[in-house]
């Protein structure tokens, strides 16, 4: 096995990968092929996650980089369905554990379809999650079509940035861009030219953007940059006070820390495969001091 990597079981038995380089850490949940944390050497957790998240077999963990797979939110011909799809609830396996020549560690999960995803989305795929620990914070989610017949998906890496109080933050970027309001019932909106401010409930999917992504937060004097490809969604989320009430596994006050800025195809976006194709999208996160 490979310096810098380790697996165990946490203390609720869930196994995790924890990686440990030179220059940052991070860990990685098999269920879900889920990152929880990642953080430079001697730097803050960059990522957000709950105290009050489940940790628990088939129940996403509330935080960190929850993968979303083969659709973004409910299903949209079956409500009854898991939000956000299977690929969150699900053990990955193992394929590879690398060091790159500038010692990083990039440790890569596969999940494919079973008769049980089957029963729920009814085609054959193969997905691939590499995640590189370095200076920088790289997950790329492959999907490849091992059916048949062409499908359909959506995907996001729904990437939760802790951030010192979300009220203070700004977020540039998405300038001009169109968005669809989930607060509003979906309304169509485009955005003005300020960076984005959170002030009440945010929950906006932003169309048709490669944009790269920068939170400026002034409590913890750090700029988190998300950089993407193969993604033409950015979804921007903060459920506030009364949704933070009402989710069992997050806490009442926790909702000032946390943003989430996930990179996405869905919606309009939302992609198609013909068999044997594939397609890769990722995010790439970097922090920068003040
Ligand atoms: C966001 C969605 O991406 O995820 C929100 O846009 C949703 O509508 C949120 O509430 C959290 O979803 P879940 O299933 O993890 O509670």
């Known amino acids: 096995m490979v310096d810098g990597i ?110 049980e995803t089957r029963a729920i989305w009814p085609f054959d795929f193969t997905l691939r999650h590499r995640v590189t620990v370095g200076t920088s914070l790289t997950m790329t989610l492959e999907t490849t079509n091992t059916s048949d017949q062409p499908f359909t998906f959506e995907e996001a890496l729904h990437t ?17 861009v169109e968005y669809l309001d989930k607060t509003e019932n979906l309304r169509r909106k485009v955005q003005d030219a300020q960076p984005i401010r959170i002030t009440g409930e945010t929950d906006r999917v932003y169309l048709n953007t490669r944009s790269t992504c ?30 933070a009430k009402a989710m069992p596994d997050f806490g009442d006050e926790e909702w000032p820390g946390m943003v989430c800025i996930e990179t996405v195809n869905a919606r309009e976006n939302a992609l198609s495969l013909a068999p044997g194709q594939r397609h890769e999208m990722q995010a790439r996160i970097h922090v920068e001091a003040h």
Request: overall charge neutral.
């Open 6 to 115: 380790r697996f165990e079981e946490d203390e609720h038995r869930l196994v995790r990968a924890c990686i440990n380089t030179p220059r940052a850490k991070a860990s990685v949940y098999l269920q879900g092929a889920h990152v929880a944390a990642y953080q430079l050497a001697g730097g803050a957790p960059l990522l957000f996650m709950s105290g009050k998240s489940h940790f628990e077999a088939g129940k996403p963990l509330r935080g960190g980089v929850p993968i979303c797979f083969p659709w973004f939110g409910q299903k949209s011909d079956d409500a009854s369905a898991p939000m956000h799809g299977l690929a969150r609830l699900l053990p990955w396996a193992v394929e590879s554990v690398t060091t790159e020549t500038d010692g990083s560690v990039t440790l890569v999960l596969r999940l494919e379809s079973t008769a």
């Open 160 to 176: 939760y940035f802790a951030v010192g109080d979300v009220r203070q933050v700004s977020i540039a970027g998405l300038a001009g």
């Open 214 to 243: 920068v939170i400026d937060d002034p409590t913890l004097n750090r700029r988190i940059v998300v950089e993407k490809s193969g993604s033409d969604t950015t979804v921007v989320w903060n459920p506030w006070i009364a949704k």
